[in-house]
């Protein structure tokens, strides 16, 4: 998901470097006559020197006629020669008519390329083939799509995005796209796009081969770069959000007449996963006033000197330009939702005006509102052919971004009956948030991704209602959405009752296997660190609870006798379940489900090896055991 900060005004920012165009005719028409001008006068300068008259160099070996002059005689004429550049020169008029066609067929091939239309129509789909696809990681390439003509523009103004349709399980998905390719690019654009295997159109695209087509509309978005319009840019990037800040940065940075300085922060999980870090360095090399770049990696390699961790408030502060009553500075931001919330709150707690939604990383369906009558609100789904009517009093009670919009209509352009306004939020999306605003059914508690963005849609659409709805389901019995995935959702809203219910429901979990750490890239440092506090917490208790002796007295003396024939017993079942036990614990999660184990089994029916007498009783051991892991601490002390 794009921010930028603050709204900007819609005006065109492509170039195309139109005054060096001009300089290399003028200078190609110059040089190119005065090169032909030059050898004309010195051919004609030696030939005069040699007693030869040019003009008429054509009649040497004939006869003169009657009225004529021979070459030799020529200086001597009373007659003066016509005056002027061209002076009846021949070689002259051929250098000069040589150089115009010179300087008319630059000027034409020039002029054509400066006017060249732009291949993209924002009223209609085209499909492009590919061309070439140029591997950058195992999950992530370079598609390169070829453009109709070779010498064809994509015509994408700086700032904005295309979108990329593809019909998947019967329905039509769309993405937004920024390109990393610009008009210098003839007859091709070039789509950076990170594969995932759940992905929609991320997916579709990894699977085309050579000379398959994609569906393609723009330019589309709310952002158009402007030369100079900033005194300092700020850029946070996360993963493939970095590919909008590229394109601004390189048309910024090859603009000799742009002054504006770009601070870029760019965030990503490990080392190998920073796209394109050669060219931002060397562009940062390049251009050491103008352009500065920050990275942050979750795991970093030894010897990393950049952030580390998720990026945090401070790095905002000491990295993008602070805000002022100038009004001359804006951050944009493009990532993942979870990051973009997190940018958001540092950037509200620093004092920065609130985001607009440039552009959206998600596969989407789009929707849209129309306003009818100023009485009912028609929402038509478009992909899934749904379509909702709704009492404009009811939305407008139930949302504080509606009430406002139907209320003061004047905040909303053109707001007219039966105008649609654009909704970035996909069929599934809108569906699921009015139903649940309106208690028509329960939250999707089945489905985690789909739950999270009714929630991020509610707290955009400002819906208290379907907020507290989504809020108690997260944590009630049917919900199917994963612990960590809860406490991750509550730490970032500060929602401490159900941080503390996922937190007790991950003390079984093994934060250390594929499948969670998966999810734990999901949560800031403090938060990870927080569960792994709490399990170590469990295991030193697990410890201090087994060796105490007032209530597992027989299987803490060393060495331990026999009570029936007072003999040695040899090995202790009970501290080899004990070495056992705090063995698994650390590569383990301690679990009620530990009493069920054989060694526990073996411990607890363990008898004299001389006269079989039991050493302990099985049932009451059992009973002390569970008891004891449900004593273990199962939350912290402190809020989390």
């Keep these: ?10 005006q065109s920012a492509s170039y195309v470097g139109a005054a060096d165009l001009q300089w290399a005719y003028l200078t190609s ?6 090169s032909l001008l030059f050898i004309s006068w010195f051919i004609n300068g030696k030939l005069k020197e040699a007693g030869y008259d040019v003009s008429r160099l054509i009649l040497i070996g004939l006869p003169p006629k ?12 009373s007659s003066p020669a016509p005056a002027g550049l061209l002076g009846g020169n021949a070689t002259q008029l051929l250098a000069l008519a040589l150089a115009l066609a010179t300087s008319a067929w630059i000027y034409k091939k020039f002029s054509a390329a400066q006017k060249k239309k732009p291949v993209l129509d924002s009223t209609k789909w085209q499909e492009f083939p590919l061309k070439e696809k140029i591997q950058i990681s195992p999950n992530t390439a370079i598609y390169r799509f070829a453009l109709p003509q070779p010498d064809d523009v994509l015509g994408l103004p700086i700032g904005q995005h295309i979108s990329v349709s593809a019909e998947i399980n019967g329905k039509d998905i769309m993405r937004s796209y ?23 159109i991320s997916r579709y695209v990894s699977l085309l081969k050579i000379g398959d087509n994609v569906r393609v509309k723009g330019p589309k978005g709310q952002f158009t770069y402007k030369p100079s319009q900033w005194r300092v840019l700020g850029m946070i990037a996360g993963g493939t959000g970095i590919t909008p800040m590229l394109q601004v940065i390189r048309a910024a940075l090859k603009n000799p007449n742009d002054h504006t300085s770009l601070n870029l922060i760019y965030a990503n999980v490990n080392f190998d996963d920073i796209l ?7 562009l940062a090399a390049t251009h050491p006033t103008r352009f500065k770049v920050f990275y942050v990696l979750n795991n970093p390699p030894e010897g990393w000197t950049g952030g580390v961790g998720f990026v945090s408030k401070d790095q905002v502060e000491n990295w993008m330009p602070a805000p002022n009553a100038h009004n001359d500075i804006k951050i944009m931001m493009c990532g993942p939702p979870p990051m973009m919330t997190a940018m958001k709150k540092h950037l509200a707690e620093l004092n920065y005006s609130a985001p607009r939604t440039v552009s959206k990383l998600d596969d989407q369906v789009f929707s849209r509102i129309r306003w009818r009558l100023g009485v009912l609100l028609d929402i038509e789904v478009f992909g899934d052919g749904v379509s909702f009517c709704v009492r404009s009093y009811i939305l407008k009670s139930s949302s504080g971004w509606f009430n406002r919009l139907l209320t003061d209509p004047k905040d909303v352009p053109r707001l007219a009956p039966n105008e649609p306004i654009r909704m970035p939020e996909e069929a599934a999306v809108v569906a699921g948030l009015l139903k649940t605003a309106f208690s028509m059914e329960m939250p999707p508690v089945d489905s985690t991704e789909l739950l999270l963005d009714i929630l991020r849609a509610a707290e955009y659409y400002e819906m208290p209602a379907a907020i507290m709805l989504i809020r108690a389901c997260l944590t009630s019995d049917v919900s199917k959405v994963s612990p960590i995935r809860v406490y991750a959702i509550a730490c970032e809203r500060g929602w401490q009752r159900e941080a503390e219910w996922a937190l007790a429901r991950t003390i079984h979990m093994d934060l250390c296997a594929p499948e969670v750490a998966e999810q734990l890239v999901k949560l800031d440092g403090s938060a990870i660190m927080k569960l792994f506090v709490l399990q170590r917490r469990r295991r030193d208790a697990l410890r201090e609870k087994l060796d105490d002796s007032s209530v597992y007295d027989k299987g803490n003396v060393a060495p331990q006798v026999c009570p029936r024939c007072d003999r040695n017993i040899g090995s202790n079942p009970w501290l080899a379940l ?13 679990s009620i489900e530990d009493i069920d184990c054989p060694e526990v089994q073996v411990a607890a029916e363990a008898s004299c090896p001389n006269c079989r007498e039991t050493l302990y009783d099985a049932t009451h051991t059992r009973t002390n055991l569970r008891a004891m892991v449900k004593s273990l601490p199962s939350k912290l002390e402190d809020d989390p």
């Design 578 to 590: 004990k070495s056992w036990w705090l063995s698994r614990a650390e590569a383990v999660p301690v």
């Design 29 to 34: 028409f110059i040089g190119t006559f005065s």
């Design 276 to 282: 394109l870090k050669k060219e931002l360095d060397e």
């Design 1 to 10: 998901m794009c921010f930028d900060y603050p709204v900007c005004t819609s």
């Design 178 to 200: 920024t390109p990393t390719s610009s008009d210098d690019n003839r007859g091709h654009f070039d789509l950076l796009i990170k594969s995932y295997e759940k992905g929609n």
């Design 66 to 77: 009657e009225g004529t002059m021979s070459a030799q005689d020529s200086s001597y004429s």
